[in-house]
């Protein structure tokens, strides 16, 4: 019997299509590349039309020799690699290897990993696309020849060791910009001004709260506290009458299904999964999960990796019948709703959807891990959604004429305008679960065709928060959510509580970016492709170029920001934005033919040879050493400021003769240290809290003499062994973060781990000691008992401890508040291994230790945060 011979990328999907082929196939995984450049400058011949020598990748042997063996076997091969540009060069490498002039090779695709997308793919063979392998071959020649020779500017220019990417390095500049904004940002005051009405004359109606929007016919901007109390004034005893009172419908259209980016952006907001963890989750329901039903795993969406909207015909007659059958036939649009992709998408798959939307999260809760769940359900909400009827309010808008009654008014007149709606009809949302924002919405409300349900209506309201962060002055005005009392025009109304307000605020600097929002930015510039942000995202926090703040906002290193402003003054084309946007549209040009590679590489490399040469002959990028009047411990020179690549050291002037270094937070005019209450547990003295390259550590005042460390106790006893709950970072760059019990390496170890920040506040629903704090969009407190199921809400104004500056809207933040202000409690936990103890600042490159303090290493536990 004739033998056909599939290989895919992953043993996991290879047993989920060998379910649906059966006999007469042999299903093998390449488990990813087989083939690649060798780590040498000269595996890329830049002379000879930039041909590539590819090498087996090391530990890869093994695996191609199972595969020429299977082919030799065959009379048939599909190779079935990922259905994008990196599939495509793995399948032509692996047809290198496998060459048989009797053995027939084609290409298939599966876009989706079930009966129906399996037997499609086999039963419509291609052959390989060379132009699809040229542009990968293309991109990996350029991010070899950026990457060793950027990078061997940037050993020269900065630090030994250090490394560039071609993309990595754009994205990189966009996170130091943005912090550079926040830096120069200076903030503004304004007041907003609203006051408390309701009808003066029966019959009674409910009170509701209108803004001030302008004085004497333009609009009211109020800088002062002293302009307020005028404003203020004039309201308290003036006449108020409604002007103008306006109803009209509206409606809020359904997003489109989710591409790459937009899922990485809801899954960041809203899941508090990072993009390389959001790929992986759904890397995994791509390829299938076993729900204990015909006979293995299924596929339960399709390929992930898409900039395209567009969704097959059959899923969508499969969506409108499941909405019919699930919400009500008055919740499925006439015609169904069809979405423009992006003007630079490829639209080589469809967006991604489940493979089936019969297939309700719910119903295979069970069968799926906790996070396969999570992200199943944001997919499928999103789907279902975008094949709904739009949601519809009933809005109203009263304008208020304000005549002061004193007698030297601020202003004659005013004018105050008040907003409500109601959800009349729920539409999409109906199913989308309480999420409130969308990634894409936007960009949706003007995509989708005229005619359907969702029907191309006015593009969706800004949020509050985004029209804030995006205005240089007061927010824009917000609907409440509830419908505004009957009122006539000419009506009069008079003051009701809570009276004037008068709410002092200051502009906010723009947010620095999380990996939601570069991931929007990046997809906004052309920058990089779906199959790329992920990996883009990682090399810069990999590199320790930027770091992640409370809540998952970037923050550049001060090396991040010395590689960035020297490859700027470099005057280097890759550093442009826009150029790395061109450059992924000439890629584009290859894979689809209209463009030669050697002519692209040609192009680029000349140009780029001349500005790297002019680059080289710049002076360094490092900071010049500063004199300090500092005394060397063991020669009486002074000492020098100087910069490494691991932060800023002390060193001897006499250096190589005196290799004297020291941890500058020791140094006079350094950042202040914080005193505590704790002693040390090895002489005696008290302890204080230093700020090392890994964060802050507790360190023995008795320095030199006793050179103790240990964590720094979060204030918090384990509620296992009574120990102290410390922050523990993972060895691995990158990894995540998470809070032990400082007793995990003692001799009575205690594994209990969480992964929120735990606050010492006690519950207030059961009682338990503790709370934690969860980051993202909006912080909250939540009770680390499994079945309590408190949750609350930090007011506006806390800091990334979680202590709250403004009023509290509830007693627990008030108490955040007050325990971060509190003394650090004395610990007594066991001391932590020598090589896990807080970092000091290194010495410099090629300097030994000497007599200062030796840098220890930051607390990170050796156990891997799962």
Request: aromatic content about 6%.
């Amino acid at each position: 019997m004739a033998k056909t011979l599939v290989i895919v990328e992953s043993p996991a999907k290879a047993k989920t299509i060998k379910k649906y082929l059966g006999n007469g196939y042999e299903v093998f995984a390449s488990k990813g590349h087989v083939k690649d450049l060798p780590k040498k400058q000269n595996a890329v011949d830049v002379q000879n039309d930039f041909a590539e020598t590819y090498e087996v990748i090391e530990g890869k042997e093994k695996v191609l020799e199972e595969l020429k063996s299977a082919a030799k076997k065959a009379d048939e091969v599909l190779l079935a690699t990922d259905p994008d540009r990196e599939g495509e060069a793995i399948a032509f490498h692996i047809s290198e290897e496998i060459k048989n002039p009797r053995l027939k090779v084609a290409r298939v695709e599966f876009h989706e990993i079930t009966k129906k997308g399996v037997d499609h793919g086999v039963h419509n063979p291609r052959k390989l696309d060379e132009n699809l392998y040229d542009a990968q071959r293309a991109r990996r020649v350029l991010d070899r020849i950026v990457g060793y020779d950027v990078s061997a500017l940037v050993w020269s220019k900065l630090a030994f060791g250090l490394s560039a990417g071609r993309v990595q390095s754009v994205a990189l500049r966009l996170i130091v910009d943005r912090e550079r904004e926040v830096e120069a940002f200076v903030p503004e005051e304004y007041w907003n001004i609203a006051v408390g009405l309701t009808a003066a004359s029966p019959p009674q109606r409910a009170p509701f709260v209108a803004k001030l929007a302008s004085a004497d016919g333009k609009k009211l901007e109020v800088t002062n506290g002293e302009v307020a109390a005028k404003v203020r004034a004039d309201l308290e005893t003036a006449r108020y009458r409604v002007a103008k009172v306006a109803r009209r419908e509206q409606k809020r259209n359904p997003p489109a299904p989710y591409t790459t980016s937009k899922l990485q952006q809801d899954a960041t907001n809203y899941l508090h999964f990072g993009a390389k963890r959001t790929m992986q989750i759904a890397q995994a329901l791509y390829e299938g999960i076993d729900l204990k039903r015909d006979g293995g795993p299924v596929g339960l969406i399709t390929y992930m990796r898409t900039d395209s909207t567009r969704v097959s015909d059959d899923a969508i007659a499969e969506v409108r019948g499941v909405v019919a059958k699930r919400y009500g036939k008055e919740f499925v649009p006439e015609r169904p709703n069809v979405y423009k992709s992006k003007k630079n998408a490829q639209d080589a798959h469809e967006a991604i959807r489940p493979t089936s939307v019969e297939i309700h999260p719910d119903s295979i809760k069970k069968h799926l891990k906790d996070e396969q769940y999570k992200l199943y359900k944001l997919i499928w909400n999103r789907f279902v959604a975008s094949q709904m009827n739009p949601a519809v309010y009933d809005r109203t808008t009263v304008e208020i004429d304000v005549a002061p009654t004193v007698a030297a008014p601020g202003y004659r007149s005013y004018l105050a305008r008040a907003s409500g709606r109601i959800l009349k009809f729920a539409g999409w949302l109906q199913v989308t679960e309480g999420q409130q924002e969308f990634a894409g919405e936007e960009e949706s409300a003007g995509a989708a065709a005229d005619g359907g349900g969702g029907a191309a209506a006015a593009p969706a309201e800004a949020s509050a928060a985004e029209a804030e962060r995006a205005a240089p002055g007061p927010a824009a005005e917000e609907d409440s959510e509830a419908l505004l009392p009957d009122m006539k025009e000419g009506e009069a109304l008079s003051v009701s509580p809570p009276g004037v307000i008068t709410d002092q605020k200051f502009t906010q600097p723009p947010p620095r970016y999380n990996e939601g929002s570069l991931v929007r930015e990046l997809e906004k510039r052309g920058i990089g492709r779906p199959s790329t942000y992920a990996e883009i995202i990682s090399k810069v926090q990999q590199r320790a170029y930027v770091e992640k703040r409370d809540g998952g906002a970037f923050q550049p290193t001060l090396l991040g920001k010395f590689v960035v402003d020297g490859l700027v003054r470099s005057n280097l084309d890759i550093m442009d934005p826009n150029f790395t946007a061109q450059m992924e549209e000439e890629l584009d040009e290859v894979g689809a033919g209209t463009l030669k590679r050697e002519q692209l590489l040609k192009r680029f490399y000349k140009k780029f040879r001349e500005q790297l040469d002019k680059s080289k002959k710049l002076a360094p990028w490092k900071p010049e050493a500063e004199k300090t009047d500092i005394v060397c411990d063991e020669c009486g020179s002074m000492m020098l400021k100087k910069w490494g690549k691991n932060g800023w050291f002390l060193s001897c002037e006499r250096y190589p003769k005196c290799k004297a270094t020291r941890d500058l937070s020791d140094a006079r005019g350094s950042a202040a240290v914080r005193e505590t209450d704790i002693s040390c547990d090895k002489c005696g003295k008290p302890m204080i809290i230093k700020t090392g390259r890994f964060g802050d550590f507790l360190s023995c005042t008795g320095y030199p003499t006793c050179k103790n460390t240990r964590p720094v106790p979060l204030g918090v006893a384990c509620p296992n062994c009574g120990g102290d709950l410390i922050e523990i970072r993972p060895r691995k760059k990158g990894g995540r973060t998470f809070y032990g019990c400082s007793n995990w390496n003692a001799e009575q170890k205690c594994d209990f781990k969480l992964w929120q920040k735990p606050v010492p506040v006690p519950c207030p629903q059961c009682g338990a000691k503790f709370v934690t704090r969860t980051a993202g969009k909006k912080a909250m407190l939540v009770c680390a008992t499994k079945d309590c199921g408190f949750k609350q809400e930090i007011v506006e104004g806390e800091g990334e401890d979680g202590a709250a500056d403004g009023a509290a809207s509830l007693d627990a933040a008030a108490i955040v508040a007050s325990a971060a202000a509190a003394p650090i409690a004395r610990p007594e936990p066991e001391e932590p291994p020598p090589d896990d103890r807080p970092e000091a600042t290194p010495p410099r490159a090629g300097a030994t230790q000497g007599a200062a303090e030796k840098p220890a290493r930051a607390v990170r536990a050796r156990r891997t945060a799962s």
